[in-house]
């Protein structure tokens, strides 16, 4: 119908920085800075029935902001990819699999995750 509004486009659309998860971010931002928040080792590690069943918890921050932290690095980037790839329809996780496949440890992975959220405020 040419007077119909046209749709917008389907999918998740551009990563930018943070943009449209601002609150997750500064949430995530004061924990960080008050020592509140686990390692990506620990967050990788829980199962369905243990994420975000802490009294306090920023699972969902935390995941959320990592997952585009790596989409956004153009290094890392293309090894979560393959990273996702390799994994996706296997019953059984191992966590320890991905800072191989991201040829990275757990420290350079939790410390670029909260630098990069840092740097924005």
């Known amino acids: 119908m040419p007077w119909a509004t046209p749709r917008p486009p389907q999918g998740l659309g551009e990563l930018v920085a943070l943009r449209g998860i601002e609150g997750q971010a500064r949430r995530l931002r004061d924990a960080y800075r008050h020592g509140l928040v686990p390692g990506l080792e620990h967050l990788t590690a829980l199962r369905r029935s243990e ?28 090894r979560f990819r393959r990273h996702l790839k390799a994994i996706a329809g296997q019953s059984i996780h191992d966590p320890q699999r991905l800072p191989k496949d991201l040829e990275r440890s757990w420290e350079e992975l939790d410390r670029g995750l909260q630098d990069w959220v840092l740097s924005f405020y």
């Open 51 to 78: 994420f975000d069943s802490a009294t306090r918890s920023y699972d969902y921050e935390q995941s959320a902001l990592f997952v585009r932290f790596l989409l956004l690095d153009p290094e890392l980037a293309p």
